[in-house]
């Protein structure tokens, strides 16, 4: 079963920027629309955006102008360029398939705080 690596998390202050990556296998990264999510304590795991397979993207409203996702053909790779990052972005990211219930990576720990 395909499990995402994902990676470039850290603590960053708000109004910060960090930019996430997401390693999958070709055929997975070729095949699927890629969509990061991300998990707050006590919550549910939401999705934050998606990229489709010849690049068309969509974000959730809270997100919307702050976060850009992308794809990089040459590597499979899956990006998340983060900026004006705020407290209430803090949680674990995660990158799979649209509407994928299975096959989660680790994630990534992002923590925006002063």
């Known amino acids: 079963q395909e499990q995402p690596v994902e990676s470039g998390g850290g603590l960053v202050q708000p109004g910060g920027s960090l930019t996430l990556s997401c390693v999958v296998s070709r055929s997975f990264f070729r095949s699927n629309v890629m969509g990061w999510y991300r998990q707050a304590p006590g919550k549910s795991r939401d999705l934050v955006a998606t990229v489709t397979p010849v690049g068309s993207t969509s974000y959730d409203d809270d997100v919307k102008g702050r976060f850009t996702i992308s794809r990089d053909h040459a590597k499979n790779t899956v990006l998340l360029q983060m900026k004006s990052l705020k407290p209430e972005d803090t949680a674990v990211y995660y990158c799979?398939?649209?509407?994928?219930?299975?096959?989660w990576g680790q994630g990534t720990q992002v923590t925006v705080s002063a």
């Open positions: 799979n398939k649209w509407r994928a219930v299975s096959g």
